[in-house]
C-alpha cells in the first residue's frame, strides 16, 4: 500500500504539489478513477479518488477522512546533536519514525563535530520513513539550536540528559514514569561536557543511562526512543 502526504490537504477537493502529482502520475501510473490514500501527518487518513490525473497538477477529490490510530497518550521529544556523519543522522531520523516520536531538535553543543544541518533534506527523510510505515503523525523537526537555548525551554514533562559517566546510574527504564511527557538530551560523539551536564542538571534535567554498553550518538537516540515507546506499550 502506498501512503501519500498532504500537509496542507484540503476538502473536499485539492492539486497536489508537481512532485507529487508526477509521483502518482508518471512514476506509480496512476489514472482517473483510482483510488490513494493521504495523511496529512497530523492524525488524519484520507481515501480518496483521482478525478484529472494531471502529471503538473493532479486534481484529487476525498471520499473518506479517518483518524489514524498511531495516537500516543504521551509526547516524545528528542534534542540530539547531530552526527559528523550526516547519514548517521538521516538513519536516525528514519528510525525514531518508525519507532514513534513527536519532536527533533539538532542540538549544537561544545564538542560537536557538526554544526551546520540541512532542514529540508532530513525533513525529506522524516516523510519517507512516516509513510513507509504508514503512519498518520509527522514529527516535528526543529531548526538547529544551541544547548543552553534546549535546556531553558519550557518543558512540564520528565527532563533527561543521557550522559556517560561513572556517577550516573539511573537507568531511563527505570525513572521514567509511564504516560509522562518526556524530553531527553543526547550529545555529540565525544559527549557532554561536565559543565553542560551541570547546567542541565540547574535546569531540572536528570542525568541517566541508556545501558551498559557506549553507544554511538544515533543508536542511543533510536534506544531512547524505543525505551520510552516500549514503556508506555
Same mark, same amino acid.
Given at each position: 500500500?502506498?501512503?501519500?502526504?498532504?500537509?496542507?490537504?484540503? &476538502?473536499?477537493?485539492?492539486?497536489?504539489?508537481?512532485? &507529487?502529482?508526477?509521483?502518482?502520475?508518471?512514476?506509480? %501510473?496512476?489514472?482517473?478513477?483510482?483510488?490513494?490514500?493521504?495523511?496529512?501527518?497530523?492524525?488524519?487518513?484520507?481515501?480518496?479518488? +483521482?478525478?484529472?490525473?494531471?502529471?503538473?497538477?493532479?486534481?484529487?477529490?476525498? *471520499?473518506?477522512?479517518?483518524?489514524?490510530?498511531?495516537?500516543?497518550?504521551?509526547?516524545?521529544?528528542?534534542? $540530539?546533536?547531530p552526527t559528523k556523519n550526516i547519514s548517521r543522522f538521516e538513519w536516525?531520523?528514519?528510525?525514531?519514525?518508525?519507532?514513534? $516520536?513527536?519532536?527533533?531538535?539538532? +542540538?549544537?553543543?561544545?564538542?560537536? &563535530?557538526?554544526?551546520?544541518?540541512?532542514?529540508? %533534506?532530513?525533513?525529506?527523510?522524516?516523510?519517507? *520513513?512516516?509513510?513507509?510505515?504508514?503512519?498518520?503523525?509527522?514529527?516535528?523537526?526543529?531548526?538547529?539550536?544551541?544547548?543552553?537555548?534546549?535546556?531553558?525551554?519550557?518543558?512540564?514533562?520528565?527532563?533527561?540528559i543521557a550522559y556517560i559517566d561513572n556517577n550516573v546510574s539511573l537507568?531511563?527504564?527505570?525513572?521514567?514514569?509511564?504516560?509522562?511527557?518526556?524530553? $531527553?538530551? $543526547?550529545?555529540?560523539?565525544?559527549?557532554?561536557?561536565?559543565?553542560?551536564?551541570?547546567? *542541565?542538571?540547574?535546569?531540572?534535567?536528570?542525568?541517566?543511562?541508556?545501558?551498559?554498553? %557506549?553507544?554511538?550518538?544515533?543508536?542511543?537516540?533510536?534506544? *531512547?526512543?524505543?525505551?520510552?515507546?516500549?514503556?508506555?506499550?
Amino acid at each position: 500500500m502506498n501512503l501519500f502526504y498532504a500537509p496542507d490537504i484540503v &476538502e473536499p477537493n485539492f492539486v497536489l504539489s508537481s512532485e &507529487e502529482s508526477k509521483h502518482i502520475i508518471r512514476v506509480l %501510473r496512476k489514472s482517473e478513477g483510482d483510488s490513494v490514500l493521504f495523511t496529512d501527518g497530523k492524525g488524519y487518513f484520507y481515501n480518496c479518488i +483521482i478525478k484529472e490525473a494531471n502529471p503538473k497538477k493532479c486534481l484529487i477529490e476525498i *471520499a473518506k477522512k479517518k483518524k489514524g490510530e498511531d495516537k500516543r497518550n504521551f509526547l516524545l521529544h528528542i534534542a $540530539i546533536a547531530p552526527t559528523k556523519n550526516i547519514s548517521r543522522f538521516e538513519w536516525f531520523l528514519e528510525k525514531t519514525t518508525e519507532v514513534g $516520536i513527536d519532536c527533533i531538535t539538532p +542540538i549544537i553543543c561544545s564538542h560537536s &563535530e557538526r554544526k551546520e544541518v540541512k532542514i529540508d %533534506r532530513l525533513n525529506k527523510v522524516i516523510t519517507s *520513513a512516516m509513510k513507509q510505515s504508514l503512519s498518520s503523525h509527522h514529527p516535528l523537526l526543529e531548526k538547529k539550536t544551541s544547548f543552553k537555548e534546549i535546556i531553558n525551554i519550557q518543558f512540564s514533562g520528565d527532563k533527561f540528559i543521557a550522559y556517560i559517566d561513572n556517577n550516573v546510574s539511573l537507568e531511563l527504564s527505570k525513572v521514567y514514569m509511564q504516560g509522562s511527557d518526556a524530553i $531527553i538530551l $543526547i550529545g555529540p560523539e565525544g559527549d557532554f561536557s561536565p559543565e553542560e551536564v551541570a547546567e *542541565a542538571v540547574s535546569q531540572g534535567f536528570v542525568p541517566v543511562m541508556l545501558g551498559k554498553s %557506549r553507544l554511538r550518538t544515533e543508536t542511543a537516540g533510536i534506544v *531512547a526512543c524505543h525505551t520510552i515507546n516500549l514503556l508506555n506499550s
